[in-house]
């Protein structure tokens, strides 16, 4: 088999790459090791950018995403039982994010790609990477018993934080730098209508943090922070509602509208870059070369951004036979990963409680809460970043 871009990974940094080459004339084929209905079944991102709805439309599957979607004008802190309203579209000259589950962006994606008939293998075993430092690199694959060969031009690398293909580089050739925080975010999905409907709220009390955020009208997405050494089991869904409503204020804690969870997580945070994020004719992309802690609302945003430069960079060299798009790939996307690194680190540190934080770094804590509402210098900051900063700062 022969094609001009193997893909690794149908996650919505693949398929995304995938549906812009393929509108840009260029093959692609994606390997992923999951089925498709495993891609959909796991819960993540729900906020997007105005670059990553951009790029949806560019992709073309943003129709649903127009009709679905909520746009979110402003986001709420709440500290100290007290709500604080951040009014990001006016401290950014009018722009704004969009609820949309990644789950959604990611069935668009794929239904967009079954409809234009372009190959995607799942449940490809045991993909392997060879070559990428010469011409003609090669993956294998093996499905039903079989190894397959796919010879490319390209390989795209978006299998995520645990995928195969960051760790197919020789380790002298890469560098990584990562932060791990002492808990994780308990996450439940319930058929509930969100207790803030019009904007995401982030809470930092002395029982940790918490977000009520949204898929929908009609579907909620809530977390709390909580030990790593918790365990899902121990999460009762009452024992949930109970600890988030301790979390918010008295205005919002009355107001939370409970039901059976239908989804309930546990997940890490961590910071991570892999540097850089191009060997020979090889490209990290997403989650692959980066992770950041979910708290700014970043990891699928940077996953489209890396999109976007990589498959411009593949058009222009299929165009106009110029390298120059592919020689910067890595340089153009770690400028913009490091800023996205830079705000989610300082978020997760405004908005959570460290076990060894107590006395100094508390007061301090509160301090830059208290600084952060009143200052509109540092709300802009916040609300600039968290819009997404623009693709070629
Ligand atoms: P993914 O989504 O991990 O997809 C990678 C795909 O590659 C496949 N794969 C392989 N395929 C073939 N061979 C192998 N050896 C393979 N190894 C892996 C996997 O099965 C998978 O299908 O990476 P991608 O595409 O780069 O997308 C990144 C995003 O998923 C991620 O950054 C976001 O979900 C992060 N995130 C958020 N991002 C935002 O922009 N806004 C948010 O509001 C937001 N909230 C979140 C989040 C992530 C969370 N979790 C659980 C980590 C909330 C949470 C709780
Ligand atoms: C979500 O809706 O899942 C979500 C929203 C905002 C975040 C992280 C996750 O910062």
């Not at 409809?115 to 990428?132: I, M, R």
């Not at 079989?146 to 580089?169: L, N, Y």
């Amino acid at each position: 088999m022969r094609t001009q871009v193997a893909i690794i990974g149908a996650g919505p940094s693949g398929l995304l790459l995938g549906q812009l080459l393929h509108k840009a004339g260029i093959d692609n084929i994606i390997l992923e090791r999951q089925t498709g209905d495993y891609v959909l079944g796991r819960i993540r991102a729900g906020i997007l950018e105005q670059v990553t709805v951009d790029l949806l439309e560019e992709a073309g599957v943003a129709d649903r995403l127009h009709a679905e979607g909520t746009v979110h004008h402003s986001i709420e802190l709440v500290f100290n039982r007290t709500r604080h309203p951040i009014l990001v579209d006016q401290l950014t000259g009018g722009k704004v994010v969009t609820a949309y589950g990644q789950t959604e962006m990611t069935r668009d994606l794929m239904d967009a790609r079954a409809a234009a008939g372009l190959p995607t293998v799942y449940e490809a075993a045991n993909v392997s990477l060879h070559d990428f430092d010469g011409k003609t690199p090669r993956v294998r694959y093996e499905k039903d018993g079989r190894t397959h060969e796919i010879e490319c031009d390209f390989i795209a690398g978006c299998d995520g934080f645990h995928g195969v293909s960051r760790q197919s580089v020789p380790q002298g050739a890469i560098r990584e730098y990562e932060k791990v925080y002492p808990f994780g975010w308990l996450g439940v999905l319930s058929d509930t209508p969100p207790v803030s409907p019009h904007a995401i709220v982030y809470g930092n009390s002395e029982r940790g943090f918490s977000l009520c955020s949204m898929r929908s009208l009609t579907r909620s997405r809530y977390y709390v922070q909580v030990p790593l050494t918790d365990k899902v089991e121990a999460w009762s869904d009452e024992r949930f509602w109970d600890e988030l409503r301790l979390r918010l204020d008295p205005d919002l804690a009355s107001r939370i509208v409970t039901g059976p969870s239908i989804e309930k997580s546990i997940a890490p945070l961590r910071s991570f870059v892999a540097e850089p994020m191009r060997f020979g004719r090889l490209f990290l992309a997403g989650d692959a070369s980066h992770i950041v802690p979910p708290t700014g609302a970043k990891g699928l945003n940077l996953a489209a951004s890396d999109v976007k430069y990589l498959s411009s960079a593949l058009v222009e060299y299929y165009r106009e036979k110029s390298e120059a798009g592919i020689d910067t790939y890595s340089d153009r996307c770690l400028r913009r990963v490091w800023k996205a690194e830079r705000f989610s680190w300082w978020l997760t540190t405004l908005m959570h409680r460290f076990p060894d934080t107590e006395g100094f770094g508390q007061k301090v804590q509160d301090a830059e809460l208290d600084y952060l509402v009143h200052s509109k210098a540092m709300s802009t900051a916040l609300a600039e970043n968290y819009v997404g900063l623009p693709l070629e700062l």
